[in-house]
């Protein structure tokens, strides 16, 4: 292939393109322009850029980056969406503060709503004590179960809420005082006590001091047959649930140097419609009790997408 | 070898400026295919939205919509849902399947007929045709200084494309909402933003692309002729000019002075003057030929009028080519569709196809997912029980609400209720109704007496219709014993 410098426009007879002229050791380039618009579209993309450094933070400085004009940071932007989903919520929230909570199973759509913002709610608030799953733990009541000391119905549950126990914050809180019996009776006595309260599940020996002493002692808050009573917040001795521990040590500790948990009001830390649905959330974990005036099924299910 | 290059004084230029493209009005078999071609891929693609499907008062009437916001894909008869994304998989996979057998059967016939780039690149340019005349005219015009006249007809035509390009855009919408619907709240500003944004961009790159990139698509910018070119073999089915035949070439009158020399081509160029990409097919195959066989119509036409025999320029294969040229008699076009090659994407094509076909008519319409509270994991109860809570998703595909019942299966003593149903009411197995076509989460209860061992055991759900269609979902009951 011999090059004769005279001849301008030589065609590489294979792909039919002109040669530019231009060897490297007989590799020879052929020209194949790029078409115009694609050189446009690399100025639009330079444009695109100098605009984008201008409206957005784009330059990184030593301490910090150029703001742009348009003042956008993804901090701002979330809050910005965060206030939006607020927005979207607060029709919910509106109607869950105007119905009164015994209403609320009636209106199982708006339960269930309020159901999913208590559960919310309850990762925040409340899972320091009685757990992620509100199974709770020793001296923390479970949530799941069906005992409830004061009250497992949407109202008694909202009221625990708002007031308390023995919450100091709160002159409606709920109290109750079980006293300690160390100092005044003996070890003996105490193990009596002990076995009656524990014969009432069949895992303890009652004996005549136990059963005198307990109809003395504890039959007006716990009643005869270990049932305990809501009015007085004094919980049952005859189910399988025990705040304190179930063993004989337990209760016998639980007898001489009775423990007394503190339940916070939350009155004066949440809004109502929060504490509506915390109540919604934890009247639904499955213990929930019906009002005591009939009602309409409580309804939890969705329709939701798959 | 020496490098004798010539010093560069003039570079030559790195950037091609665009050459319009100006293709002739011609008439013959292919061009009238392309007309069906264009009639029936644009009335497909407009007419589809509207058709109407009754599907009873709990799913929507159109028959064919992609409900995004429902999660729903109806097709006629069909409804998929995102669980059965595997359908739609399936469909891309034949189509890509579909389009490598058509390739092996009769070449870039995509490109040629049914690409939405060739058909609106098709309607644009009549459009041209019908505002500026034919293809003289057509560049007498764009070499004319802009003036009052030139100013008024573009203007006319660009707004027409325009039109064409917004009625584009404003159809593919119709293919995701009710169209009649979306189609009034379309023009009174009731639409989601999300369908102006689409109508927006569809339209602008409709109007771009179709009006004025065209074959600089085909060419720079899609990946499908670059594939071709590793999809096409020597038994391919491509517009072929026949060189043998036409070269040397001559015109009439050189051929009339020097017989014998000068081959069948008259060189009138015809065949570069009607091709939409504006290639010249006696260069050979090449990227920018999408065998629309157009040239073919302009050559036929040509070799009638001085009396030569047609096929100058034909669909053939580069192996019959050389059987021809080497004096063979021609095969017949679909001989070329016998070869090992299209039955076995054909046979792919089809198995693929018939699985999907098998699977639609073999799904069942009712479905049960059983997920377990691990937190807790069990619960005592005040009487001793265990109880066990689970999440139990029940699927309804039918498009009437069903009731279902939820039934244990195994778990001896174990009761049921769910969040709607009283524990008073807790029994073995529980009926709930089912919206149509929706998924009802339920929360459902377990208890078992205090005895019980942990054991798995499965919920059943079976529709109470005729149809007795029936789930079953293996899981676990937990008790104190037996957890950590």
Redesign the interface.
Known sequence: ?A?D??N?TRVDQPT?T?F????WD?IEEL?T???????WTFYATIVWAVVYVVLYPAWPLVNNATQGVLGWTSRGQLAEEISTADMARQGVRDQIAAIDIVKLPAN?ELMQRAVAGGAAAFKVNCVQCH?????GSPGYP?L????WIWGGDLEAIEFTLQHGIRWEGSAQTRFSLMPGFGEVFSDGQINALAGHVLSF?DRGQSSATGAELYDINCVACHQANGSGNRTFGAP?LN???WLYGSSEAEVRQQIAVPNHGVMPGWKDRLDPVTIKMLAAYVH?L??GE?LPAPEV?????????? | ??????T?DQP???????KVIHNKRVDGPFRRFKWLAMVVTLGIYYITPWIRWDRGPYAPDQAVLIDLA??RFYMFGIEI???EFYFIAGLLVMAGIGLFLVTSAVGRAWCGYACPQTVWTDVFQHIDRLFDGDRNARIRLDKAPWGLSKITRRTSKWSVYLLISLVTGGAWILYFADAPTLFQDFFTGQAAPVAYATVGILTATTFVLGGF?RE?VCI?MCPWPRIQTAMLDEKSLIVTYKDWRGEKRGSLKKAEKNPGEYGDCVDCLQCVAVCPTGVDIR?GAQIGCITCGLCIDACDQVMADVGRPRGLIDYATLEDCKNEAAGGAPKPPWQTLLRPRTFVYFGVWGAIGAALLFSLGVRSHTDLTVSQ????PF??????SV?N?YTL?L?NMESRPRDMEIALDGLPGGLLW??????ENAARSQT?EV?AD??????A?VVAP?DTAGQSFAFTLTSLDEQRESDTSETRFVTPEESP
């Open positions: 292939m090059n410098p005279h301008e039919g002109e530019v002229g231009h060897e007989g020209n322009p790029l078409p115009r618009w694609w050189l199982p757990g992620a799953g509100a199974a479970n799941n179960d069906d005992d599940t049952a189910d399988a649930i639904s499955g213990g019906t099924a409580v309804l939890e299910e969705g329709n939701g997408q798959p | 070898m020496a490098n004798p290059s010539p560069l030559p230029e790195l950037y091609e400026k665009h429902n999660r849902w995102p669980h990139m600089q720079y260069e509270d691990r937190n807790p619960m005592l109860m005040r009487d001793g109880r809570a998703r699927r769910t969040g709607s149903i009283q524990r709930v919206p929706a998924t009802r989460t339920v929360r209860y205090s």
